[in-house]
């Protein structure tokens, strides 16, 4: 098969799809990969590392579309790729359709067969291509969280460990999933109070059995979240419903109950976000202030720490993207069961029911 590896070119994104050793197993399995020049310069991958490992090196990212059968790419298409996309085209990436009606309505004018590593679901019923980037974002919403509590950029002055004599800071997690449980690893191991709720009593009872004492679980619920948004510094969104768009567990009104330089760090901002005043934002322009609350929404967190992300995500989705390369999107999904669950959009039509419900559709 042709694989193709373009430059993303969403704000600030400087995360590759595939690293040189990805791309040695591709070429060393007979498939050829052509990769767009420059592509992997933002996670510290250069042009010559692609033709050492069997890549060839193209200079547009309209030749890279236009002469491959299936492009791997990180982020979703943006608006000017979206007539690059060949009728027949696989294409193997973070899509996250029920938080955009034009990308979906792009991809069925397209009849694209689109793959959405979010959705790709294994025998347990975790999402091996959405774990490692929500273990960098769920770690890395601790560390922006931490900055944005600072003074000069409207926080609330607080030092999330505190100093002897003085209380530490309080982070409070919605949803004990992995972006939930890496933040509240974080933040604990910076000294901070935190709580974390979630519905789900078996993640709780993990959650208390593996953290320190200063971790304390709480079943998720209005009056619960009223009552601690009063009181925490730091909010983290780690909410996540598998394919379809995130609940709404903080309502506009809520806003006036938190004191003035509140942080939200809404992970979920992917899925349209837990908090209702999210909207995604850029690593350029990272927040903005509603009553008095500072919002962190970037829509790609993993894409700041970009070499790390690079590696954990090509660890992850290059035994997939072989199977496709190797047997054809029809083969493979069939034989690989989840695989199959990351069909969402297969030559104009929709075939993953929660983007349907997104829509109304």
Not at 125 to 132: E, K
């Amino acid at each position: 098969m042709i694989v193709g590896i373009p430059k993303e070119i969403k704000n600030n994104e400087s995360r590759v799809s595939m690293t040189p050793a990805g791309v040695y197993e591709m070429v060393k399995n007979n498939h050829t990969v052509y990769v767009q020049s420059m592509a992997g310069e933002g996670s510290g991958f250069f042009d010559n590392d692609y033709v050492s490992a069997g890549a060839t090196i193209l200079n547009t990212i309209e030749e890279v579309y236009a002469t491959s059968e299936m492009i791997v790419k990180v982020k979703e298409p943006i608006a000017s790729e979206y007539d690059l996309v060949k009728e027949g085209q696989i294409l193997f990436t973070y899509f996250h359709f029920a938080s955009s009606e034009p990308l979906t309505k792009a991809m069925i004018k397209a009849k694209a067969i689109c793959i959405a590593y979010e959705t790709v679901e294994d025998a347990e019923g975790t999402l091996p291509l959405l774990t490692p980037m929500s273990e960098v974002a769920g770690r890395l919403a601790i560390q922006q969280g931490a900055k944005y509590l600072e003074k000069p950029v409207k926080g609330r002055g607080v030092l999330l460990g505190g100093v002897p004599g003085v209380a530490p800071g309080k982070v409070l997690v919605l949803g004990a999933g992995v972006v939930g449980i890496q933040a509240a690893k974080m933040a604990a191991g910076l000294g901070a109070h935190v709580t974390i709720m979630d519905i789900n009593m078996k993640r709780l009872r993990y959650v208390n059995d593996v953290m320190p004492p200063h971790v304390v679980t709480e079943f998720s619920n209005e009056f619960n979240i009223r009552k601690h948004i009063k009181t925490h510094d730091l909010i983290i969104g780690g909410v996540l419903l598998k394919g379809a768009k995130a609940p709404n567990l903080i309502t506009r009104d809520m806003l006036k109950e938190m004191r003035p330089g509140t942080v939200i760090v809404d992970v979920a901002v992917d899925q349209g976000g837990c908090v209702e005043t999210t909207r995604p934002t850029t690593h350029e322009d990272p927040i903005y202030i509603i009553d008095d609350v500072v919002h962190y929404t970037v829509a790609n967190m993993p894409g700041a720490v970009p070499y790390t992300s690079t590696v954990a995500l090509t660890n992850v989705t290059l035994p997939y993207a072989l199977q496709l390369a190797n047997q054809g999107w029809k083969k493979a999904t069939e034989n690989n069961a989840s695989l199959h669950t990351g069909l969402n959009i297969i030559s104009g039509k929709v075939v993953y029911e929660e983007i349907n419900e997104a829509f109304g559709w």
